[in-house]
C-alpha cells in the first residue's frame, strides 16, 4: 500500500520561500515519475512539477523559474523548494506520482498573503 505524508507548508508573505518534503511509503519509488499537485479553494487539483526517475525536472508555466522539484530516491522522499511565492500559490499541496495513481494524502496547506 502506497502512501503519501506532505510535509512544511506553512503561513508566508508574498515573496517569501518554503520547501515542501513528500516521504513516499511502499516500494518502487525509483520507478516512478513523482509529481507535486495542488488544489486551491474553489479549484481543481492541478500538478506543478514532475521528476522522472532520472532526476529530469518539468514545471507548469505558472511555477516555472521560482519552484524546483528534486528527490531522494535512496530515502524515498521528494522536495519541492518555492521561492518568490505568490499569493495565487496558496493551496493544498500534495505528493502523488505524475499521474495520480494512488491515493491522495493529506497534503499540506501553502497560505501566501501579507
Known amino acids: 500500500q502506497v502512501q503519501f505524508a506532505e510535509s512544511g507548508g506553512g503561513l508566508v508573505r508574498p515573496g517569501g520561500s518554503l520547501r515542501l518534503s513528500c516521504k513516499f511509503s511502499?516500494?518502487?519509488?525509483?520507478?516512478?515519475?513523482m509529481g507535486w499537485h495542488r488544489q486551491a479553494p474553489g479549484k481543481e487539483r492541478e500538478l506543478v512539477a514532475s521528476?522522472?526517475?532520472?532526476?529530469?525536472?518539468d514545471y507548469a508555466d505558472s511555477v516555472k523559474g521560482r519552484f524546483t522539484i528534486s528527490r531522494d530516491n535512496a530515502k524515498k522522499m521528494v522536495f519541492l523548494q518555492m521561492n518568490s511565492l505568490k499569493a495565487e500559490d496558496t493551496a493544498v499541496y500534495y505528493c502523488?506520482?505524475?499521474?495520480?495513481?494512488?491515493?491522495w494524502g493529506q497534503g499540506t496547506q501553502v497560505t501566501v498573503s501579507s
Open positions: 502523488n506520482t505524475l499521474r495520480a495513481r494512488f491515493p
Open positions: 511502499g516500494s518502487m519509488f525509483s520507478l516512478y515519475i
Open positions: 521528476i522522472t526517475s532520472a532526476d529530469t525536472p
